[in-house]
Each structure stands twice: as C-alpha cells, then as structure tokens.
C-alpha cells in the first residue's frame, strides 16, 4: 500500500477531476429540480474539459512553433517529443463553445418549463403530465 501513496501523490489532479465528474453526475441523478440538474451537467462537463486541457500538457516542453527559418535540410532534426501537444487545447476550446450553448440552450427551455408548469421539480411536473 505505501508504494501507491506517491502515486496518489503526484496525480492529485485527477483525483479532483474525478470527484468533479462525480458531482455532476451525483447532480443530475439525484437532484429533483431542473436547474441543479443543468448545473450538474455543466460541473460535469467542466471536469471533462479540464481532464483533457491536462493531459494536453508536458514538463519541460514548448508550444509547437519552430523558431527556424525554413531551410532545405541543414537544420536539426525536430522531435514532436519536446513540443506540447496542442490538440486537446484545440478541441477543448469547441468543447467549452458546445458547453455555453449547451448551457444556454438548456436554461431556456427550462424557463419555458416553469412558465408551463409553474414548476422546476421533476416530480411535479411528470405528475401534471399523467394528469392531462
């Protein structure tokens, strides 16, 4: 057991990442009231986008620009392994865009909700549905 302790160690982050995603399900399974279930969604989400933006990144690398001019062969050989990878950052800045209209889209049919049902429960709300 002592072996893995340096290992929870030096990962702390994606303990956090875990909990996060937990939370956010924990929201949108458990909760009754649309609204927690939105923010759920979007704790989720965040927690997801962070994981990637995470491993995204390297220690002791660069950004991927070389500081070369563009010659015919007598230059260094360029190794990937010393740049950062820029496409978790990339496709996580789509995921963040697809977040906000999620978000934005999710709120207002939840106002349309309230205005119909005079409620954000759940529960009342699927029990005036079996009513009509």
Do not use: C
């Not at 279930?37 to 989400?45: A, E, L, P, R, Y």
């Not at 927690?47 to 995204?56: D, H, K």
């Not at 709120?107 to 079996?130: K, N």
């Amino acid at each position: 057991m002592e072996q893995y302790i340096p290992l929870f160690l030096t990962k702390y982050n994606y303990w956090v990442y875990i909990a996060l995603m937990m939370i956010g399900l924990w929201a949108m399974i458990a909760k009754n009231n649309l609204v927690k279930k939105i923010v759920g969604m979007n704790i989720f989400q965040t927690a997801i986008i962070l994981f990637y933006v995470s491993i995204g990144a390297k220690y002791g690398a660069t950004i991927p620009i070389l500081q070369h001019g563009s010659g015919h062969g007598h230059e260094a050989a360029v190794r990937a392994a010393d740049y950062i990878n820029p496409l978790p950052h990339v496709l996580m800045l789509t995921a963040i865009v697809v977040s906000v209209a999620t978000l934005g889209v999710a709120l207002a049919l939840v106002i349309r909700i309230h205005q119909r049902h005079r409620t954000l429960e759940e529960d009342e709300i699927l029990e005036q549905l079996r009513e009509s």
